[in-house]
């Protein structure tokens, strides 16, 4: 397997753009993170699903945020309108909650910068 | 709510010495314990992990943790460092309950003396 695949690897966008995250987890896993980066703030969970299904979206900044997982081997994460206090790391992972191992795999991450 | 502390945002340590990143956690039960590794510009790699049994762990790359129920701690360690080593190091929890919830610690960024 290919692990977890981000795209784009990188992002630089206007104040006010539309922004799109993607992200395909690794087949099979049923479990999937979206995480942000920030020197200030760290490793935030931001949501994850299950079964393609919203489980704790409680890390949402606020309503420009939202994400979706139409199936089970892909995410969108979209920042509309985009500001500058958004530039940072995202990061997607996935996991297998099928036996006890729950260890989270990552991808490459998508670096944002909103100017 | 879990929380996961550690207390050394930075450290530098000569090539060929030990050594040991600390980690706190706080939950009423024994969650899931992990370290990851981020390398400049990559994402995260797991190192090692601790479910349950023996508390002390082996992972990747010659790192060891020691999970410390009565501390509450769950170090890593290596007994001699290379320079390829230097990286951001992250503690995370997983509590019991819902095991998929992976929350990390703020990291530590080591360094290596040449």
Same mark, same amino acid.
């Given at each position: 397997?290919?692990?977890?695949?981000?795209?784009p690897?990188?992002?630089?966008?206007?104040?006010?753009?539309?922004?799109?995250?993607?992200?395909?987890?690794?087949?099979?896993?049923?479990?999937?993170?979206?995480?942000?980066?920030?020197?200030?703030?760290?490793?935030e969970?931001?949501?994850?699903?299950?079964?393609?299904?919203?489980?704790?979206?409680?890390?949402?900044?606020?309503?420009?945020?939202?994400?979706?997982?139409?199936?089970?081997s892909?995410?969108?994460?979209?920042?509309?309108?985009?500001?500058?206090?958004?530039?940072?790391?995202?990061?997607?992972?996935?996991?297998?909650?099928?036996?006890l191992?729950?260890?989270?795999?990552?991808?490459?991450?998508?670096?944002?910068?909103?100017? | 709510?879990?929380?996961?502390?550690?207390?050394?945002?930075h450290?530098?340590?000569?090539?060929?010495?030990s050594?040991?990143?600390? =980690?706190?956690?706080?939950?009423g039960?024994?969650?899931?314990?992990f370290?990851?590794?981020q390398?400049?510009?990559?994402?995260?790699?797991?190192?090692?992990?601790?479910?349950?049994?023996?508390?002390?762990?082996?992972?990747?790359?010659?790192?060891?943790?020691?999970?410390?129920?009565?501390?509450?701690?769950?170090?890593?360690?290596?007994?001699?460092?290379?320079?390829?080593?230097?990286?951001?190091?992250? =503690?995370?929890?997983?509590?019991?309950?819902?095991?998929?919830?992976?929350?990390?610690g703020?990291g530590?960024?080591?360094?290596?003396?040449p």
């Amino acid at each position: 397997d290919a692990g977890v695949i981000q795209s784009p690897r990188h992002e630089v966008t206007e104040m006010g753009q539309e922004v799109t995250l993607r992200c395909k987890p690794i087949s099979g896993h049923d479990y999937l993170f979206w995480y942000r980066q920030t020197m200030m703030r760290g490793l935030e969970l931001l949501i994850y699903f299950n079964n393609n299904v919203p489980i704790d979206d409680s890390g949402m900044p606020e309503d420009r945020f939202s994400a979706k997982m139409p199936n089970a081997s892909f995410s969108t994460l979209k920042i509309q309108p985009s500001e500058p206090r958004d530039s940072a790391v995202y990061f997607c992972a996935s996991s297998f909650r099928g036996s006890l191992n729950t260890e989270a795999f990552f991808g490459q991450g998508t670096r944002l910068t909103v100017v | 709510a879990q929380s996961v502390t550690q207390p050394d945002i930075h450290i530098t340590v000569s090539e060929g010495a030990s050594l040991e990143l600390r =980690c706190n956690y706080s939950y009423g039960a024994t969650p899931y314990l992990f370290w990851y590794v981020q390398s400049p510009g990559q994402g995260l790699q797991l190192l090692l992990k601790y479910f349950s049994g023996d508390t002390l762990v082996q992972g990747i790359k010659g790192f060891e943790a020691e999970f410390k129920r009565s501390q509450s701690s769950f170090n890593l360690r290596k007994p001699s460092v290379h320079w390829s080593d230097a990286a951001e190091y992250f =503690c995370a929890v997983a509590p019991y309950s819902s095991a998929s919830k992976i929350i990390f610690g703020s990291g530590t960024r080591l360094s290596i003396r040449p």
